[in-house]
């Protein structure tokens, strides 16, 4: 059975640092894109960034809302996700989810067939 | 970025009904294009990807068409447990762009 379970979220200050993790389990990581999607309170769906499988060359992509102050990464002996976002805003309060791209054959950047439960991060001072 | 506007913003509609939900892409997407169903409390699901193939499971009521920048996903004959929002994602290039979403309700 195919699980992702987000860890890191909390409450940091605008300009501060926080580092998501993504454990997966029940699939072979390391050949799958992996994304973190967000949700803010009373917006739609917001893809983050992604990672395409080690095949791939982990190659990386941000949405412009993120670049240059988050990296995505991946540990594929951990099977595990990692979004580290630094120089937070307030507009980075969101429900963050990482997700698995439903193939590893048709291509990169495909939709999500499994998501985890996500982890609120809260920016405020 | 290509963004990508849904309507009706939310329905309400009888079981048994045909129910359908139209996506826009502001460029053309060729048929690079997803729908997920996400119910209260849970987290989305995909029911559709490139525009119209079912993903694994979900019930052939679902259906999806289109290419370029029109897209709909129609259900056949809404079920109770269909009432949902629902939301289209392109994925031609990054950003993987949602749409706003359209919730559907079960009169």
């Known amino acids: 059975e195919v699980q992702l379970l987000e860890s890191g979220g909390g409450l940091v200050q605008p300009g501060g640092s926080l580092r998501l993790s993504c454990a997966a389990s029940g699939f072979t990581f390391t050949r799958y894109d992996m994304s973190w999607v967000r949700q803010a309170p009373g917006k739609r769906l917001e893809w983050v960034s992604a990672i395409s499988g080690s095949d791939s060359g982990d190659s990386t992509y941000y949405a412009d809302s993120v670049k240059g102050r988050f990296i995505i990464s991946r540990d594929n002996s951990m099977s595990t996700l990692f979004l580290q976002m630094n120089s937070l805003r307030a507009e980075d309060t969101a429900v963050y989810y990482c997700?698995?791209?439903?193939?590893?054959?048709?291509?990169?950047?495909?939709?999500?067939?499994?998501w985890g439960q996500g982890t609120l991060v809260t920016v405020s001072s | 970025d290509i963004q990508m506007t849904q309507s009706p913003f939310s329905l309400s509609a009888s079981v048994g009904d045909r129910v359908t939900i139209t996506c826009r892409a502001r460029q053309g997407i060729s048929d690079y294009l997803a729908w997920y169903q996400r119910k209260p409390g849970e987290v989305p699901t995909l029911l559709i990807y490139?525009?119209?193939t079912l993903q694994s499971g979900v019930p052939s009521r679902f259906s999806g068409s289109g290419s370029g920048t029109h897209f709909t996903l129609t259900i056949s004959s809404l079920q109770p447990e269909d009432a949902a929002t629902y939301y289209c994602?392109?994925?031609?290039?990054?950003?993987?762009?949602f749409g706003g979403g359209t919730k559907v309700e079960i009169k």
């Open positions: 490139a525009a119209s």
């Open positions: 994602q392109k994925y031609n290039s990054a950003p993987l762009t």
């Open positions: 997700a698995k791209g439903f193939s590893y054959t048709l291509g990169l950047l495909l939709p999500f067939d499994y």
